[in-house]
């Protein structure tokens, strides 16, 4: 089997890499052609042609840790956490419109609250909050597990990929 930069490894080997990768508790995104100084990224259908359906969620889930929606309503700019010091970070702020954001709750930056008290006294819905959060119902739209923004099934199978990437 040969990679986009025309490495070629076993099926086995690629396959036995890729779950290593994933499986690991550090940052493993984005992974590397193993061949030594290479340094190209493995594509996301490389690792298709190699993976089983369940070590496929768990890339998809990894890929999808080091993503961050912006929480303003009106900004919503999808950021990468993807340096090293990056997902140590507590508190972020937005490129785009330099609102201060949580990273491990990823929502508005909450000082001298923990994640878990600013999402009980989290800060009061505006009517427009409502009326989209009963469309959501009425809908039945979900949020997606990694980046909590709203999904919703339009058609097809019943299966939803999130434009962070992550399924549903």
Sequence with gaps: LALPCEHPFCRTCLQRYLVGKTKSHTKCFPILCPEQGCGREITVAAAERVLSHTEM??????????L??????????????????AKELKRAACPKCKTAICVPCKAHDHPGKSCEQAQVHGHKDTLEDKSVLNLAKLRSWCRCPACQVMVELAHGCNHITCPCGSEL
């Design 57 to 66: 969620e768990r890339y998809r889930t990894k890929r999808t840790e080091d």
């Design 68 to 85: 961050l929606y912006c929480p303003k309503k009106t900004c919503s700019h999808l950021m990468s956490l993807d340096s090293p010091k």
